[in-house]
């Protein structure tokens, strides 16, 4: 700002009012002062505006140099300031995340097993192949228009992909088909003790295919999982050695569906157009590849012959509940993968142990099982067996 020079010159007079001089003309001193007046009001104003300005200039360089050097680390999650209502929010949000999550998981996977379970016994439902395409169509059809809606994405299918999974495909009907007709012939809570022989035959072919060793925690919740697996056939009042036959087939195929997925999913990544494939898209691949071998089933083993003529397929409530158990199929891949993202694979499997444990009294307790002391000492050795194994193999 430029100096504004004011050459005064005052003559007092005592017989007139006092007189200035600017710039060759001559003012009254009222005048004076108020031109004063006027300038030192400028200069005020003006040094806070030039301040201002400053300060405004070296805050947005600030700002300027901020944004410029820290853009990588900002990227897209640049937040900004949140009230109070949303913060908590926020701090609900994550905090009722995994608990939403486990809670969905365990009701779809303990409301599948009872549901299975009521179509198969208490419905007198005696084609497991055909309750099996059912619900995996039921499962196909939600994704397709979910896909097709963009709520989801799943990788497009080809023919390699298809021919690098059709082994998985075929353990996968195998292991769904044994399942069914395991639960139509033992009660729940066997079923889920029997399953625990799954996790040492999973962990037998880990040695010999993968090389992985196990550790002595390990072993010993196998060991226990065995005696509650004999102790718990022993004492079963309603033993059935068809079922037994089922569902030792089942854990079978079961250990070689996780071993098998595990190789051939590598290489099924190399075979889609994005070099990668989610768990929904492993979801429908596995159902809608299930279709034409269980209509192959159907029509080999003449179960569609059974399907026309049995009379429990006239009831509505039938049809409710086989298409809850498709629903409920997708649901649990939903839920768990959910829970899964929500959590960490260390909770999941523990979580997946102890869900045990409900679905085995609400089967005792729904289906009215017969149980004697031991059998019931049995089943309660082996869940606990479950347990401590999921917390070895965290270790």
């Known amino acids: 700002m430029s100096n504004i020079k004011l050459d005064q010159v005052i003559s007092h007079d ?31 104003q003006g040094q806070r505006s030039i301040s201002s300005i400053t300060a405004n200039a070296d805050h947005g360089t600030l700002i300027d140099r ?39 998981y365990c009701i779809s996977s303990c409301s599948m097993i009872l549901l299975n379970k009521v179509v198969l016994s208490s419905f007198n ?47 996968f009907v195998g292991m769904l088909v044994s399942g069914m007709y395991s639960l139509k012939y033992i009660n729940i809570a066997m079923v889920t003790i029997l399953k625990n022989m799954t996790n040492i035959l999973t962990a037998i072919g880990e040695y010999y295919v993968f090389g992985k060793r196990q550790n002595q925690k390990v072993w010993t919740a196998m060991l226990m999982m065995i005696i509650s697996a004999v102790t718990g056939g022993i004492t079963d009042l309603s033993f059935d050695a068809t079922g037994y036959t089922w569902q030792i087939l089942n854990c079978i195929l079961t250990a070689g569906y996780s ?13 889609t157009k ?73 909770t999941y499997s523990l979580v997946g142990s102890l869900n045990k444990i409900p679905i085995s009294i609400a089967g005792l307790v729904l289906f009215k099982v017969p149980l004697s002391v031991p059998n019931m000492f049995s089943i309660l050795f082996g869940l606990f067996a479950g347990i401590f194994f999921a917390r070895a193999k965290m270790s």
């Open 14 to 44: 005592s017989e007139g009012p006092e007189v200035s001089s600017w710039n060759g003309k001559v003012i009254s001193d009222e005048k004076v002062n108020r031109v004063y007046e006027i300038l030192d009001s400028i200069h005020k």
């Open 259 to 271: 071993l098998t997925l595990r190789r051939v999913m590598d290489k099924a990544k190399q075979t």
């Open 66 to 104: 901020f944004l410029k050097g820290n853009k990588a680390s900002i990227g897209d999650s640049f937040n900004l300031p949140l009230g109070g209502n949303a913060r908590r929010a926020l701090v609900f949000g994550r905090r009722s995340g995994p608990l939403l999550s486990g809670i969905a």
């Open 274 to 346: 994005s070099g990668t494939l989610n768990e929904l898209s492993m979801v429908l691949l596995n159902n809608l590849l299930s279709l034409p071998f269980a209509i192959f089933l159907i029509l080999t083993l003449n179960e569609w012959e059974y399907v026309m003529n049995v009379d429990v397929i006239q009831l509505p409530i039938f049809w409710v509940v086989a298409t809850a158990s498709g629903l409920l199929g997708l649901a649990i891949s939903f839920t768990s993968m959910w829970f899964l993202h929500q959590t960490g694979p260390t």
């Open 125 to 171: 439902f005696n084609a497991g192949i055909s309750l099996m395409f059912y619900q995996n169509l039921i499962c196909c059809l939600v994704v397709a228009i979910l896909a097709m809606s963009r709520v989801v994405s799943v990788e497009k299918l080809n023919w390699k992909l298809i021919r690098v999974w059709i082994p998985v495909n075929i353990i």
